[in-house]
């Protein structure tokens, strides 16, 4: 089954303490990115990726590191929480960035409570 | 002005009611629309893509754009229960990442 997955689905922390939420996905896409989605705000980008080594910021990089060594992978790294990235994280891929393949697959979302 | 704006609702309608939902944007280079479903607990899915100006229709679901007003809705047809949702609408200029809205609410009552 085609799919982004996520990992953890739930996850409480405290301040300072180094993080990792797992990203992979098995449709060979080319694309990836991380966005958060808070209420009143609603999605943001993070970073996003076009292909493996290459990675960009988005709207809200501040905070967060990513990497993609990977074709599969995309791991979104929280070096030092904070309150304010309490947030729900999303995931998703698409074939390409570009105007044939806009279709983003998400994942089912990481909710992050730092304390 | 934010480059798209989006009225979050929420919106409460009967069964069987037409839907609209609806955003305005400001980049006019942005020529790639969507509208995407995202249910209580789950990520974002795509539900309508559309190019340029013109409707498009996929049963009960028509996506309409038009540029000259930078103007989008989706209408919902005979709307049920599990069209509960929240909708947000996406954009881009093509080879840019996607500008989404912050999406709206709907509950359809049975």
């Known amino acids: 089954e085609a799919q982004v997955t996520q990992n953890p689905r739930y996850l409480i922390t405290v301040t300072g303490k180094k993080l990792t939420v797992t990203c992979s996905q098995n449709?060979?896409?080319?694309?990836m990115s991380w966005y958060r989605q808070d209420p009143g705000l609603g999605l943001r980008q993070i970073y996003y990726s076009m292909n493996v080594e290459v990675t960009d910021k988005g709207d809200v990089p501040e905070g967060y590191k990513v990497s993609r060594k990977e074709k599969r992978n995309f791991p979104l790294i929280l070096e030092s929480p904070s309150p304010n990235q309490t947030s729900l994280y999303f995931c998703?891929?698409?074939?390409?960035?570009?105007?044939?393949?806009?279709?983003?697959?998400f994942g089912s979302g990481t909710q992050l409570s730092v304390l | 002005q934010k480059e798209v704006e989006q009225d979050p609702g929420p919106l409460s309608v009967p069964e069987g009611a037409i839907v609209s939902l609806n955003c305005t944007y400001s980049n006019s280079a942005f020529q790639y629309f969507m509208w995407y479903r995202q249910y209580s607990r789950k990520g974002p899915e795509l539900l309508m893509y559309?190019?340029?100006?013109g409707n498009k229709e996929d049963g009960r679901f028509t996506a309409q754009v038009d540029k000259s007003s930078k103007y989008i809705s989706l209408f919902i047809r005979d709307s049920q229960p599990s069209d509960s949702a929240t909708y947000l609408c996406?954009?881009?200029?093509?080879?840019?990442?996607?500008?989404f809205g912050k999406g709206t609410r709907l509950s359809v009552i049975a």
């Open positions: 998703a891929s698409s074939l390409s960035q570009g105007p044939l393949n806009e279709k983003l697959f």
């Open positions: 996406a954009m881009s200029a093509g080879n840019t990442p996607l500008v």
């Open positions: 449709m060979n896409h080319e694309y």
């Open positions: 559309t190019y340029s100006s």
